[in-house]
């Protein structure tokens, strides 16, 4: 582990290289921590940023009723739907969090099944430039507005637009409340290994994101955790006022948030 302090006080690669050889290795609590199986699929509580996400979603708050998403846009010069079809499904009974729901109850729940992902297809390659460039638009303005339902997995859509007999784009959209930007690069990544050889074998995968929450929830019994806890709890009444801004207009007459497409 590195201290906060020496690493801000070793702020060349060079002296952050050397920090970290002679780093010590952490001693995690409960290094004999085993995970149930056999209770895969009960519900198990949502994160404090999956918790923080739900709040966000409510319209009681201000500037409220707002899902935090990703978008992204894939291109692919050889492009095969059904093989893209049998990939996308292999990584979705691979990866639990893909089969999963949320209740604003606070907690969550794996699937053992869930339905097969539609993946509609727009075939563009015949219109103009203008046509292609509003076409396009006028999907990501639709994706970035999906508001969808937490209790019907897997929270993604995907749409597919052939731009051309050579290009071909993948409109993905995911709910951030399953799949942060890390995950994303992971899922990516196994996506582009299978799709160029569906033969290749991916790692085994051991621990699932239940059991990451549940090693998290037992990390609170332990006494490091509690006198941090205590510690923070103490310094809120001495933490400054949070600063006030001059606002344009008042947030609780903003009813739509959006952002300007390009």
Request: hydrophobic share 30%; charged share 35%.
């Amino acid at each position: 582990t590195i201290d906060l302090s020496d690493f801000f006080n070793s702020p060349t690669i060079e002296n952050t290289s050397k920090l970290i050889e002679n780093s010590k290795k952490a001693e995690l609590p409960y290094n004999d921590y085993k995970r149930k199986k056999e209770n895969k699929f009960e519900a198990f509580p949502v994160s404090e940023l999956q918790e923080a996400y739900l709040v966000g979603r409510e319209n009681e708050m201000e500037l409220g009723n707002v899902t935090t998403q990703g978008y992204l846009e894939l291109e692919c010069t050889e492009y095969s739907h059904e093989k893209f079809l049998r990939v996308l499904e292999r990584l979705v009974q691979r990866h639990e969090m893909l089969r999963c729901v949320v209740s604003y109850d606070g907690t969550q729940k794996f699937l053992d099944k869930v339905p097969t992902i539609s993946i509609p297809t727009t075939d563009i390659s015949n219109c103009s430039e203008k046509e292609k460039k509003n076409h396009l638009l006028a999907v990501r303005k639709q994706m970035i507005q999906y508001n969808l339902p937490l209790d019907k997995a897997p929270l993604i859509r995907i749409k597919v637009t052939k731009v051309s007999n050579e290009k071909v784009i993948i409109h993905v959209y995911f709910d951030a409340i399953i799949i942060d930007g890390y995950s994303y690069e992971i899922l990516h990544r196994e996506l582009e290994t299978l799709y160029k050889n569906e033969k290749n074998e991916l790692p085994k995968l051991d621990i699932t994101f239940k059991d990451y929450i549940e090693y998290k929830q037992r990390l609170k019994n332990t006494e490091k955790y509690r006198k941090a806890k205590e510690y923070w709890l103490n310094r809120i009444p001495l933490l400054p006022e949070p600063a006030t801004l001059p606002l344009l207009k008042d947030p609780k007459e903003i009813k739509i948030i959006e952002g300007e497409q390009k």
